[in-house]
């Protein structure tokens, strides 16, 4: 008995040694930080590590994904490019947009995960030190050609400035999304909001987030 039991013992040692070690579950993304004096991208830099080794600033509390490509899922609809979404989103999104283009709805655009430092603190050269939620994939921006992103706009009218994107006339632009139209109210419907109608400063006609920021 004690032979045999020399002879298991000494096979799983062996068997070890030739075993391929199991690799963790690595995440990688490439961002940037947005200067607020230079008011340009800078530090364009590519991340990879182990997924046990984010920062909790790199994911994002509501929807558990975080800034990794590997959390993100990758959503193809007719006549629209390509785009990628926070996996525990993805089915609700392409459902939502696939019925919204089904009725007629002039989706033309869609633009979902993209990473950036574009929010909070700044660091000591004015860089943003928080991530955005487009870096999340929990962000979507739909026709960014026809709904600016507009600044000293607490509420909507000539005095607003516009920083991004195209003209939002929601009553003469067909692509321009409608306050009250069936787009805003099935995103809602699926719990992202609308950052036409967010508190403060700034009015992003063409974005649906879970924050609505």
Same mark, same amino acid.
């Given at each position: 008995?004690?032979?045999? #039991?020399? @002879?298991?013992?000494?096979?799983?040692? &062996?068997?070890?040694?030739?075993?391929?070690?199991?690799?963790?579950?690595?995440?990688?993304?490439?961002?940037?930080?947005?200067?607020?004096?230079? *008011?340009?991208? &800078?530090?364009? @830099?590519?991340?990879?590590?182990?997924?046990? !080794?984010?920062?909790?600033? $790199?994911?994002?509390?509501?929807?558990?994904?975080?800034?990794?490509?590997?959390?993100?899922? $990758?959503?193809?609809?007719?006549?629209?490019?390509?785009?990628?979404?926070?996996?525990?989103?993805?089915?609700?999104?392409?459902?939502?947009?696939?019925?919204?283009? *089904?009725?007629? !709805?002039?989706?033309?655009?869609?633009?979902?995960?993209?990473?950036?430092?574009?929010?909070?603190?700044?660091?000591?050269?004015?860089? @943003?030190?928080?991530?955005?939620?487009?870096?999340?994939?929990?962000?979507?921006?739909?026709?960014? !050609?026809?709904? %600016?992103?507009?600044?000293?706009?607490?509420?909507? %009218?000539?005095?607003? *400035?516009?920083?991004?994107?195209?003209?939002?006339?929601?009553?003469?632009?067909?692509?321009?999304?409608?306050?009250?139209?069936?787009?805003?109210?099935? #995103?809602?419907?699926?719990?992202?909001?609308?950052?036409? !109608?967010?508190?403060?400063?700034?009015?992003? #006609?063409?974005?649906?987030?879970?924050? %609505?920021?």
């Amino acid at each position: 008995m004690a032979i045999t #039991f020399i @002879r298991i013992g000494f096979l799983s040692c &062996v068997l070890l040694l030739y075993m391929p070690a199991v690799s963790a579950q690595q995440c990688s993304y490439s961002t940037w930080s947005w200067n607020v004096h230079a *008011k340009k991208a &800078v530090q364009y @830099r590519t991340v990879k590590k182990d997924f046990r !080794e984010l920062a909790p600033f $790199e994911r994002d509390p509501v929807s558990g994904c975080s800034v990794c490509e590997q959390d993100q899922l $990758e959503i193809r609809l007719p006549n629209l490019k390509p785009f990628k979404i926070c996996k525990h989103v993805a089915a609700n999104v392409e459902n939502n947009l696939r019925n919204l283009i *089904k009725t007629g !709805e002039p989706i033309k655009t869609v633009i979902g995960y993209r990473v950036g430092l574009t929010r909070g603190p700044l660091d000591a050269q004015g860089n @943003r030190t928080q991530f955005s939620n487009h870096s999340f994939g929990v962000a979507l921006d739909i026709n960014p !050609e026809h709904n %600016g992103l507009y600044t000293n706009c607490f509420q909507f %009218g000539p005095h607003c *400035k516009k920083i991004r994107g195209g003209d939002w006339q929601p009553y003469n632009n067909p692509l321009s999304i409608k306050p009250h139209g069936s787009v805003v109210k099935s #995103f809602k419907a699926i719990g992202l909001k609308w950052g036409g !109608e967010i508190q403060g400063r700034q009015k992003d #006609f063409m974005h649906f987030s879970i924050t %609505g920021y």
